[in-house]
């Protein structure tokens, strides 16, 4: 009964912003930019708060009579960087999770010079998350009811990094960018490090105005400052921006050093103290090559598209050195009509999976904690690459057809409705080990997902959105002794303020 009160709360909420877009705003004052100066310096502060409602149910996609059962669960300790293993209840006993969070962005811009630039980022939350659960910790208060009254989040530093670009040394614009960036190769298929950010050093140089070339070093871990030990990524990307049209390529060396492993079943690297796992190395190089053409022919038709090959290897005490062999291909048409406020869009994605030979054939990648398309199936469900919740593997043994788009209903309300058919590219029995009876057999159907959002722009800075997604799994979700998986779906909702 409290679901569809939920739900219902929700409906009516939508309906009453959908009338306020319609009245007259009130007045507010002209737009302003706050500004602290010393000498010549400008310093401009900024930031952003955010608290958000969720609601789900089966994100296991299980079935309902395989919650709280027990399973055993491995997990990376980050305390001193061993695979674990402990022993928990399927979906914490429950097929449902509802709770609220909320993250504080605050930044601050540092112009010294028309070419010197400095910034700091802070973000509230963990180290291995922006968002603070409501309620997440307890002990503050005192008395008889000692629950409440807490300190919730830490604060850490998202970015800080010092840029300048200038053209006296080579006679054409060029720069540096230094410190603890946000980083994406093109359309994040393989790369996205936008969520927390790197630490890296990127040098440029503009020899035409089009025509940007950049390389780049991204420290992603230090085991021992005086031993070979740690993860690095080299690489190089150029990128051309023509009129109505746009390339780019790049190509990144990801050179891990020792006390790494990889599991073939679960398609993760991690550090490891076992025997024998020290003396793992990473040899990754993964290419990219990109374009886009905007406006085809005056019709409002845009087209855009990706490809990713991945070759090295992964060094192995075992004495055979697996391949990588991985690659991804993404391509999309979206049509703006010029009449009405829609843009529709078609996408194809795909991403390879392991078979059964020896080589990792799988498209290996490195993204954020975010979204990268599904609301359910990639975001909050096990995926056909990762069988964990949350997996957020990315295009990994995945490849999907999207269809919809986005219309804004008014000026200040917007609604974007998408399907995916989903399908993966190698075999697999997610749930092969949930139930009783006979293992299922292996299949590449994942199923359908719809995906909605609405968003209301309140005022100067505030929205509240409504998201949400339902998830109809298929045959490579089947359980032990051949049952079907249920549906799973989540629903979220949320304000933000920019500032």
């Known amino acids: 009964m409290k679901k569809y009160a939920s739900i219902l709360a929700v ?18 004052p002209s737009d302003t930019t706050a500004v602290i100066a010393k000498g010549k310096t400008q310093i401009t502060l900024g930031g952003e708060l955010r608290f958000r409602g969720m609601y789900g149910s089966n994100l296991g996609v299980m079935d309902k009579d395989s919650y709280g059962k027990t399973k055993t669960e491995y997990y990376l300790d980050p305390k001193d960087g061993v695979v674990k293993n402990r022993t928990v209840l399927d979906g914490d006993g429950s097929r449902n999770k509802a709770y609220y969070d909320y993250r504080v962005i605050l930044n601050m811009e540092a112009k010294v010079s028309p070419n010197t630039t400095g910034y700091v980022e802070l973000q509230s939350g963990t180290f291995t998350t922006d968002n603070v659960t409501w309620g997440s910790q307890t002990g503050g208060a005192r008395g008889n009811y000692p629950f409440g009254n807490t300190k919730e989040s830490n604060v ?16 054409v614009p060029a720069g540096f960018k230094v410190g603890r960036q946000l980083i994406k190769f093109g359309y994040g298929l ?27 070093t ?20 150029a990128a051309y921006a023509g009129k109505g049209f746009g390339l780019s390529a790049d190509v990144t060396y990801v050179d891990d050093q020792n006390l790494r492993g990889y599991d073939l079943n679960s398609n993760n690297f991690f550090i490891s103290s076992t025997p024998g796992l020290a003396d793992y190395s990473i040899h990754l190089w993964n ?11 005056g019709t409002g038709l845009n087209f855009r598209a990706d490809v990713e090959f991945q070759t090295g290897k992964l060094d192995a005490p075992t004495g055979h050195d697996p391949k990588f062999k991985g690659w991804a291909a993404l391509a999309g048409l979206d049509y703006k009509f010029k009449t009405i406020p829609l843009t529709l869009t ?31 199936y990639e975001y909050l469900a096990p995926s056909a690459c990762n069988f964990g919740a949350n997996s957020r593997t990315g295009l990994c043994n995945t490849q999907y057809v999207k269809f919809g788009g986005a219309y804004d209903i008014t000026k200040d309300l917007k609604a974007e409705l998408y399907g995916y058919w989903l399908r993966a590219v190698e075999d697999v029995a997610i749930n092969k080990n949930v139930g009783t009876g006979t293992a299922p057999s292996p299949d590449k159907d994942l199923g359908w997902e719809v995906d909605a959002k609405v968003t209301y722009q309140i005022d100067k800075g505030l929205k509240y959105w409504v998201e949400g997604g339902y998830f109809w799994p298929g045959d490579a979700y089947k359980l032990s002794g051949d049952k079907d998986a249920d549906d799973a779906w989540a629903v979220r909702h949320g304000i933000q303020l920019n500032f």
């Open 287 to 297: 290419f990219g090559l990109r374009g886009n053409v905007d406006d085809i022919a």
């Open 218 to 237: 991204i420290k992603f871990r230090e085991g021992n400052e005086t031993l070979n030990d740690d993860s690095t990524a080299y690489g190089i990307l």
């Open 346 to 376: 078609a996408e194809y994605a795909i991403g390879s999976g392991n078979d059964d030979s020896e080589d990792i054939k799988a498209f290996i990648t490195a993204l954020g904690q975010e979204q990268h398309y599904t609301f359910v």
């Open 11 to 28: 409906l009516v909420l939508l309906l009453g912003l959908a009338a306020l877009s319609y009245a007259a705003p009130a007045e507010i």
């Open 156 to 171: 850490t530093i998202r970015q800080a990094w010092i840029q300048y670009q200038g053209s006296g040394l080579l006679g």
């Open 190 to 216: 393989f790369f996205d490090h936008t969520y927390f950010g790197d630490d890296a050093i990127l040098v440029f140089v503009q020899p035409m105005k089009e025509l940007t070339i950049a390389a780049h």
